[in-house]
């Protein structure tokens, strides 16, 4: 079955950018997605199709998919942002996520 | 504004059936698929299956012969039926929404746009 890798953790200072990472076999031909998750809430989509931002969703949040690998960029990263992000993506047989990356902010 | 809302019980004893029903307000089911994940203890999101408007299901390869997802449109419902329990499945159990088809355009891409605000299932004796 198709596997999405994630780093477990970043750490980046407030006012700084941060990119987090999605890696998959060939993962450029498929489209991602990224949902935000912070503790005892429901997961947020912050980007779709693979550079899309959801109406609401901050312009410092920007996706990017090329090759094996995905990002997904939050600049100017403020205290708010943190939380636990998770990649996903899809073929017309299955749903898979990311095993997500913890973004503290510093 | 698509409202979702999971219930069903908090408890189950192994080796039953969890049983979560998902109910839908505010907006239509049709051209949609309706999702199930989970997120264990500590752990990350987990897909468990998806039903579209015509009923057609999809489901996660290592959770499949466990899994029924079902349908009822009549009461803006969909559920989920996990077999055999063991304490493995102790979760928080999201119920989502994922568009399918936007103006009557297939999409090629999937993502979860609406989210249940979750419940958790504990699987014990």
């Known amino acids: 079955s198709y596997e999405l890798t994630q780093s477990p953790s970043v750490s980046v200072s407030p006012g700084q950018t941060a990119s987090i990472t999605c890696s998959g076999d060939?993962?450029?031909?498929?489209?991602v997605s990224w949902y935000q998750h912070k503790p005892g809430q429901s997961p947020v989509v912050v980007i779709y199709?693979?550079?899309k931002r959801p109406s609401g969703i901050p312009e410092r949040f920007s996706g990017s998919n090329s090759g094996n690998t995905a990002t997904l960029t939050i600049s100017g990263t403020q205290a708010m942002d943190e939380a636990d992000y998770y990649c996903q993506a899809w073929d017309s047989s299955s749903v898979v996520f990311g095993g997500g990356t913890k973004l503290t902010v510093l | 504004q698509v409202q979702l809302q999971e219930s069903g019980p908090g408890l189950v004893k192994p080796p039953e059936t969890l049983s979560l029903t998902c109910t839908v307000s505010g907006g239509s089911m049709s051209s949609y698929y309706w999702s199930w994940i989970r997120q264990p203890p500590g752990k990350g999101l987990e897909w468990i299956g998806d039903i579209y408007d015509s009923g057609s299901n999809k489901y996660n390869p290592s959770l499949k012969s466990r899994v029924t997802i079902s349908l009822d449109t009549s009461k803006s419902q969909f559920s989920l039926k996990l077999n055999s329990v063991t304490a493995a499945d102790t979760a928080v159990y999201y119920c989502?929404?994922?568009?399918?088809?936007?103006?009557?355009?297939?999409?090629?891409?999937?993502?979860?746009?609406?989210w249940g605000k979750g419940t958790t299932v504990t699987v014990s004796s």
């Open positions: 199709q693979d550079d």
């Open positions: 989502a929404r994922a568009p399918g088809r936007v103006r009557g355009v297939i999409l090629n891409y999937y993502y979860m746009d609406v």
């Open positions: 060939k993962l450029g031909d498929k489209y």
